[in-house]
Nanobody, 119 residues
Framework: HVQLVESGGGSVQTGGPLRLSCTVNGSIKRGSLCMGWFRQVPGKEREGVAAIDSDGTTNVANSVRGRFTISKDSAKNTLYLQMNSLKAEDTAMYYC?????????????WGQGTQVTVS
């Protein structure tokens, strides 16, 4: 079982930075997880923002490439999303997610979300 807890959301001015964190707890070998950040605006579909494999390979959505960076600190069991040059359209609820089977498109484990508001 995997538990995810996001933090770091808040209100920020356009062009500013924000860093989200996601702490991973559970009884599995956490370094083996593949993880991702997603975001959702009410009334719209959830959007994948960035992902990182167990070997550290990253992938970032075109909409945030060059502005957002995903990383992890295995020693701290924490996933990060560094967001720079934020835009109003980045406003959303941000969720971290994890999966053990990295070949699967499905993420079974989700955090509760943290709100990011850019204005």
């Amino acid at each position: 079982h995997v538990q995810l807890v996001e933090s770091g959301g808040g209100s920020v001015q356009t062009g500013g930075p924000l860093r989200l964190s996601c702490t991973v707890n559970g009884s599995i070998k956490r370094g083996s997880l593949c993880m991702g950040w997603f975001r959702q605006v009410p009334g719209k579909e959830r959007e994948g923002v960035a992902a990182i494999d167990s070997d550290g390979t990253t992938n970032v959505a075109n909409s945030v490439r060059g502005r957002f960076t995903i990383s992890k600190d295995s020693a701290k069991n924490t996933l990060y999303l560094q967001m720079n040059s934020l835009k109003a359209e980045d406003t959303a609820m941000y969720y971290c997610a994890a999966k053990i089977s990295c070949w699967s498109a499905r993420y079974p484990f989700w955090g509760q979300g943290t709100q990011v508001t850019v204005s």
